[in-house]
């Protein structure tokens, strides 16, 4: 069984920064891709960002690319968002899935992913 755990969110005000992080326990975790999705009130679910079981791949949505990164440390099976310039927009629920997808790109497709995460608040004032 897999299971994810998102810490890291809170009150910013615009223009400032927050790091998610995602701790996964399970086994071999660390050989599957991970992503960050996120939700706004009266929205549905939008991908943020993706990224491959070494690294070496990561993908983000036009709207957070340049201020958004994704990285991940499997000697501690975790995957992080680093987020700058935040936004109000920005706002919403942020949520970790993994995708059980040995040695994959990972997706931006929330449908790909296997396990999710209980989410994480990130307010942004303006």
């Known amino acids: 069984q897999v299971q994810l755990v998102e810490s890291g969110g809170g009150l910013v005000q615009a223009g400032g920064s927050l790091r998610l992080s995602c701790a996964a326990s399970?086994?071999?975790?660390?050989?599957?891709?991970m992503g960050w999705f996120r939700q706004a009130p009266g929205k549905e679910r939008e991908f943020v960002a993706t990224?491959?079981?070494?690294?070496?791949?990561?993908a983000y949505a036009d709207t957070v690319k340049g201020r958004f990164t994704i990285s991940r440390d499997n000697s501690k099976n975790t995957v992080y968002l680093e987020m700058n310039r935040l936004r109000p927009e920005d706002t919403a629920v942020y949520f970790c899935a993994i995708r059980k997808m040995v040695f994959s790109r990972g997706s931006s497709r929330a449908s790909d992913y296997d396990y999710w995460g209980q989410g994480t608040q990130v307010t942004v004032s303006s």
């Open positions: 399970g086994r071999m975790v660390s050989s599957f891709p």
């Open positions: 990224i491959s079981t070494g690294g070496s791949y990561t």
